[in-house]
């Protein structure tokens, strides 16, 4: 490799660009170098000394693969900063908070809080590895929503003020979650058959999907929260969150399809929803009538 094509691949890791694109870039990049390095040479100066040239009049490559990032992504890997860290520092502030104030420690949701946001935070480091796989990159997300989800009813359990100020916290974190969500998927449709559709179209159908997605999770977080109340059983808790997984997984169905066929999808994404619920609760009932 020379360093030539070593300079554009440090440019490339700076980016969240998938396979087919990342290749047009990597094209157009060595070949503006290379058109520079002759034009050098041209002028009379070595191979050597006019690649030298030719990569230190470009630019540093940090500096130029985060221009393109935020050129083509803006403000994309800021926001999974926010989310990441915003997450993190939630665990440390709220297991402290039940640990020196309630006396409840529960390390097993601070180890499950740093993680989410360690994979969150991880992606903006890796943008480049991760952004190429939209799904896995909104999946990350997801996750991270819901759990803060879950995290949300917990806070509710608490004194007034405290309810309210970790109540608004994860509202806000919730609420960048999901427009880091739309803004990925808004952003995968590029790389689709769908280019030609309308993009505000493409745009509404991501956000009602998303909505679609809110609903089943905020159904199954109530009954998980009713059931942690009330309740002792373990296979409630599991066919409680089956919904939101069956939805993770129809999610990715959704993403390929709404920016082919935008209006359709909306129809399938909501028959995949209600499949999530009723699934999981006819299984419940069938367990319950043999128990």
Known sequence: MTKIEKQVEKILEQMQSPDGEREEIRSELLGHLEEAKR??????????????????????????GHQLQESMYPFQRG???VIGIGTILFGVIFYLNLTFFLNEPTPVWLAVQLLSGSAV?????????VGRYFYVLNLVLLVNV??????????????????????IYLVILIAFGAI???RNSYYSS???????QKRGLVLFSYVVNLLFGVAVAGVSLFFLWGLLAFSEARIEFLLTLAPIIIWLITYKFQMTFIAKKPVVSLVTGLGFSVMSFLLPYIMLLLFMGRF
């Open 39 to 64: 034009q050098y040479i041209g002028e009379g100066l070595t191979e050597k000394r006019a690649e030298e040239r030719a990569m230190a009049e470009f630019g540093a490559p940090s500096m130029i």
């Open 79 to 81: 926001l999974l900063y």
């Open 121 to 129: 935070t991880l992606a903006a480091i890796n943008i480049s590895f």
């Open 146 to 167: 819901i759990w803060n989800g879950i995290s949300f009813t917990l806070a509710w359990g608490m004194s007034a003020w405290q309810a309210i100020f970790f109540g």
């Open 180 to 182: 880091a969500v739309i």
């Open 190 to 196: 590029d790389q689709t058959e769908g280019k030609q």
